[in-house]
C-alpha cells in the first residue's frame, strides 16, 4: 500500500484503488501494525477515479514527511566508503571512513528538518560554494516511536563532495542545508519487509542527455535496516517516529559534478520515481 501526502490530505493507493483519507498524517504512519491498520481502514474509505488521482498528484504531492526528523547513515556499503576514502586522502581523514565500515556502531548523523526535504518533481539545491556536488539514491525507512520499521520511501541525500573531502569535520555543511534532502513519492507500507533483490537504481541527466545512471541490490548493504534504527533509538526518543535515509551504494565518477538543470531521477522497485530538478538558491547571495 502506498501513502500519499498532499497539501489537500492523504491519499491511500492499494492494488486496486485509490482513496482519501482524512487523518492526520502524523497519528496515522505512528499507528502500530501500519499496514493491518490501513487495510482495514480501507473498507470505509472514499474511492477516487485515477483522472483525479493524476491531478492531485501533479499539483499538490508534498514529500512524506510531517514532524518527523529525518536522518542518514553513512559508509553502508563499500562504494561510499572506497569513495569517501579517496575524496579525503588529502585532508588525512582517509581512515575514519575505513574504520566506521568496519565497526560495530554505524555512522548516524542528522540530515534536516521537515521544512529542508523537497518533494517528488521539486528542486533540490547544490551549494554555491562547493565545487563538487552529487546526489545520493538511499532507500529510506520510516521507522515508528517504538523503534519499528514500518515503511519505506526513496530519498536523495545531496552531498557536497569539496567540502566533505576538506575535512570529514565539515559533515554537517556537505549534508545539511535548504533543499538538500529529498523524500517521496509516497510512503510505501508492505505486509512484508522488502525483499533482499530489491533494486534502487538512479538516473542523471542534462538537457536530455544521460550522465550516469547505475543501480544496485539493497543486499549489498553491509547492515540490517533494524540495527541501524536500534542505534538511532539507543538514547533518541522519537514522538511521530522518524526517517532514515540508508547510505548510498551508486557514487559517479570522480570527475562529475551535478549542474544547474539536471534532473535526477531514483528509483525503487515496488515503491516509485523520485525526480527532482537541481538548482541554486537564488535567495542566497
Ligand atoms: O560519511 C559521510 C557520509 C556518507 C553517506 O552519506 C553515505 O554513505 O551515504
Ligand atoms: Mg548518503
Not at 569517501?84 to 585532508?91: A, F, I, P, Y
Not at 552529487?134 to 519499528?148: A, K, M, Q, R
Not at 542534462?206 to 549489498?220: H, V
Not at 522518524?242 to 570522480?254: D, E, H, I, R
Request: charged share 25%.
Amino acid at each position: 500500500m502506498k501513502l500519499f501526502k498532499t497539501t489537500k490530505g492523504i491519499l491511500l493507493q492499494d492494488n486496486k484503488s485509490i482513496y482519501r483519507l482524512n487523518d492526520d498524517w502524523d497519528e496515522l504512519i505512528n499507528q502500530k501494525n501500519l499496514h493491518s491498520y490501513l487495510s482495514a481502514k480501507l473498507k470505509k474509505s472514499e474511492a477516487i477515479d485515477d483522472t483525479e488521482f493524476d491531478a492531485i498528484i501533479n499539483t499538490q504531492l508534498q514529500a512524506p514527511i510531517g514532524k518527523q526528523e529525518l536522518w542518514a547513515a553513512g559508509v553502508t556499503y563499500l562504494r561510499s566508503r572506497d569513495a569517501r576514502m579517496e575524496e579525503s586522502k588529502s585532508s588525512g581523514g582517509a581512515d575514519f571512513y575505513d574504520k566506521v565500515y568496519a565497526a560495530e556502531r554505524p555512522e548516524l548523523f542528522f540530515k534536516a528538518l521537515p521544512h529542508r526535504v523537497a518533494a517528488h518533481n521539486t528542486e533540490v539545491y547544490i551549494r554555491k560554494d562547493s565545487s563538487w556536488n552529487v546526489p545520493e539514491p538511499e532507500l529510506t525507512l520510516f521507522i515508528n516511536s517504538s523503534g519499528e520499521v514500518q515503511g519505506y520511501t526513496i530519498g536523495n541525500d545531496m552531498s557536497s563532495r569539496s567540502i566533505e573531502g576538506e575535512n570529514p569535520l565539515y559533515l554537517p555543511q556537505a549534508k545539511v542545508y535548504e533543499r538538500s534532502a529529498a523524500l517521496g513519492p509516497c510512503l510505501f507500507v508492505p505486509q512484508h519487509p522488502l525483499a533482499k533483490e530489491t533494486t534502487i537504481s538512479i538516473i542523471i541527466e542534462r538537457k536530455g542527455k544521460k550522465m550516469f545512471s547505475d543501480s544496485i541490490q539493497i543486499s549489498r548493504i553491509k547492515r540490517s535496516f533494524p540495527e541501524l534504527a536500534e542505534f538511532l533509538f539507543r538514547e533518541c526518543e522519537f514522538t511521530h517516529g522518524c526517517f532514515l535515509m540508508t547510505g548510498t551504494g551508486m557514487v559517479p565518477a570522480n570527475d562529475f559534478t551535478l549542474e544547474k538543470g539536471d534532473v535526477v531521477d531514483i528509483s525503487i522497485e515496488g515503491i516509485g520515481t523520485l525526480r527532482n530538478v537541481v538548482a541554486y538558491n537564488e535567495s542566497k547571495k
